[in-house]
């Protein structure tokens, strides 16, 4: 087994102890909160609300309700994973392509707990990850003109489609000084669904798993 799949099967066994017994959970997507779905049998839920169609099938195959958000109300705890997280707590998320179901489900859940290794830990977002931004399949070429005039490098993310029926153009080089002005600043880009960079809806506790332990930041 990898360090790195080690890391996230403990920061997973960390974030147990966030579950209350009988809790609605919301729950992300990736390869960390796969692990995290494999430990969820030990604990007590009512359901759970799924950020993608790929966590939703792995929670049904293990019996667990998954509920639609719109007859849940407002959620205690959405747990899920990022690509990159800076000293604010900030994300950079959807890496798997799931960011606009992702951000809907933060917003609407009291608390978000992220679970990372060090390895996503960085000081300024965006340098080496780039930033996945969902858009409109007939906007596609004209976002990516305003992407480019903003500093950014869109690639296409070729042959894949989101589960909303949408596009992906990971970004490059984007200078995000202030995540929250660049979040804003490409939401506010005609054809743009959602942009994958979590500062609105950024964590509000952290589990990031190091060599010497897990360590909780809030
Ligand atoms: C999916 C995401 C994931 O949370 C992010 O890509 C991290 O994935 P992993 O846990 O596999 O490193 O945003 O859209």
Redesign the pocket.
Known sequence: MSQQLKL?QEVAKAALASIDDGMILGV??????NCLIDLLPQVNLKGAVASSKVTQDKLEALGIEVMDLNYVGELDLYI????EVNPNLQLI???????TR?KIVAAASKQFLCLVDESKWVTQLGREFPVPIEVLPQARSYVARQLVKLGGEPVYREGFVTDYGNLILDTYNLEITSASEMEQTLNNIVGVVCNGIFAANQADKLLIAKSTGVELLQ
């Open positions: 996230k992300g997507t990736g390869s960390t909160v899920d994973g990022a690509d998320k959807g890496g798997g392509g799931a960011l992702e």
